[in-house]
């Protein structure tokens, strides 16, 4: 199960892979440097478009365009082959400071689009990070649905669409929550501790949810993808030859490859030569596909 190296991207937080089936690539997001990028499976050719802010998170549409969270809110990006990239403000978020942007964010099974946010420096615990929900046709200012954050992660949904998993990353808290999900309004209520990852290796990040319905985490610091059981049974863990692994989502033709995006330290040494790449996994189980965002 040894991690191959797809690119050396050198991103300084890659984050968000999707799997798009029909174009066979993976497209992903380099937060600070605000870059969409797309990798080819059939020939290794890699593709990337500038974005107007930092760019966080990402859903593909049916036209081949993308809805994103960026630094003010929700937008759509339509990415051109010349390497041009228009981008239309969608809806802005109202966040608690100036100094905060979105973060970690996916659709729902319904094809809502939902995104977190948080303070820009982690480093001042500051526990403003929100959970918005963004629905087409939404007009004026997105309202958080959840708060009191300070690095919200993790984002998935089970394969029925009825639990919904969000964490936080920060060292302070490190902890994976559960929700029973209202597919219907798009709610979440009843929040439970799914996972305490004070009690394993690494910080919660990024996350995919498997076809058995098993929530994969990436646990960044710790160069590790743990596989948890419904029952929030830790089942199995993958290396990568990284240490700061930050979003894992399923692929390839039959779904049953996990790609992973990384960080890359300012404080890069020799020993972390790769960090900042896009690797491929076999996990020995298969994926689910990525909902489009519904228009």
């Known amino acids: 199960m040894s991690a191959e190296l797809i690119v050396d991207a050198r991103n300084a937080v890659g984050e968000c892979p999707v799997w798009v089936p029909e174009e066979n690539a993976l497209y992903w997001v380099d937060i600070p440097a605000g870059g969409l990028q797309r990798w080819s499976a059939e020939n290794g050719h890699v ?6 802010e930092m760019l966080a998170c990402i859903a ?8 994103a969270g960026m630094e003010s809110g929700f937008f759509q990006l339509h990415p051109h082959n010349d390497g041009s990239l228009d981008s239309q403000v969608l809806a802005n978020v109202d966040h608690a ?7 970690d964010g996916r659709c729902d099974r319904q094809g809502r689009f939902w995104a ?4 820009l420096n982690m480093g001042a615990n500051i526990a403003e990070g929100a959970l918005y929900r963004y629905s087409a046709g939404q007009r004026g200012p997105v309202e958080a649905q959840l708060g009191g954050f300070i690095v919200p992660n993790g984002l998935g949904f089970s394969p029925d669409g ?3 998993y969000l ?3 920060h060292p302070l808290v490190q902890q994976i929550w559960a929700f029973d999900y209202d597919i219907d309004s798009g709610t979440p209520s009843n929040r439970r501790l799914f996972v305490d990852m004070n009690q394993f290796c690494g910080r919660p990040d990024g996350a995919a949810v498997d076809a058995d319905g098993c929530y994969w985490i990436c646990a960044n610091d710790a160069g590790l993808i743990h596989r948890f059981t419904p029952d929030g049974r830790l089942d199995r863990s993958l290396t ?3 240490k700061k692994p930050t979003m894992c ?4 033709s039959r779904l049953d490859t996990l790609f992973v995006t990384s960080i890359r330290p300012g404080d890069d040494h020799d020993e972390q030569s790769l960090a900042g790449g896009v690797f491929a996994l076999n996990p020995g189980v298969k994926g689910l596909p990525e909902p489009l965002f519904h228009v």
């Open 60 to 67: 593909r549409q049916a036209d081949g365009s993308w809805v």
């Open 47 to 52: 593709h990337a478009w500038k974005t107007p």
């Open 240 to 242: 990568v030859p990284v």
């Open 116 to 119: 977190s946010s948080m303070v």
């Open 167 to 169: 964490s936080d990353s």
């Open 97 to 103: 400071r100036t100094d905060m942007r979105l973060n």
């Open 162 to 164: 009825r639990t919904m």
């Open 249 to 252: 989502a399923f692929g390839g």
